[in-house]
């Protein structure tokens, strides 16, 4: 039969904390990458959804400046589709509008959509636009 172990020999010498171990550095690096990463995605999402209002924005002032125009042009808006493009903000913006006549005679409707491209299928904002003359 086997005996108690042997005591071991002590150390008077206190304990000398080595650091942390090459497992812990990499545990910890792993963790400090995977919430970095998620900072950035929120951050880009943050800087996204900025553009998109900074583009909403700017494209109404474009439908309110087009909307200006038509209300003091000093003349009655012909029926029908017209086009153009506004520079705004050191970009350009491209409008169209419809303007068609209502049952009251002397009232016209005008939709204004805004696009930001030059084919015009990314709708930014739209207006509709009662004008109205005097008999």
């Known amino acids: ?5 042997p005591d071991r020999p002590r150390c008077d010498r206190p304990r000398i904390d ?3 171990t090459l497992l812990e550095v ?5 963790v400090i990458a995977l919430a970095m990463t998620a900072l950035m995605r929120a951050g880009n999402q943050q800087v996204l959804v900025a553009q998109r209002v900074e583009a909403r924005v700017v494209a109404n002032w474009v439908l309110l400046n087009e909307a200006a125009r038509l209300r003091t042009a000093g003349t009655w808006p012909a029926t029908g589709r ?5 520079d705004m903000l050191e970009r350009t913006w ?5 303007t068609q006549p209502t049952p009251a005679p002397n009232v016209r409707h005008t939709h204004i959509e805004v696009f930001s491209d030059p084919e015009r299928t990314t709708r930014e904002g739209d207006l509709d636009l009662y ?5």
Do not use: N
């Not at 491209?94 to 419809?98: D, I, L, M, T, V």
């Open 26 to 30: 990499v545990v910890a690096l792993a």
């Open 82 to 86: 017209d086009q153009g493009e506004a």
């Open 18 to 20: 080595r650091g942390f």
């Open 1 to 5: 039969m086997i005996g108690p172990l």
């Open 131 to 135: 004008l109205g003359r005097h008999p």
């Open 94 to 98: 491209y409008w169209r509008s419809e």
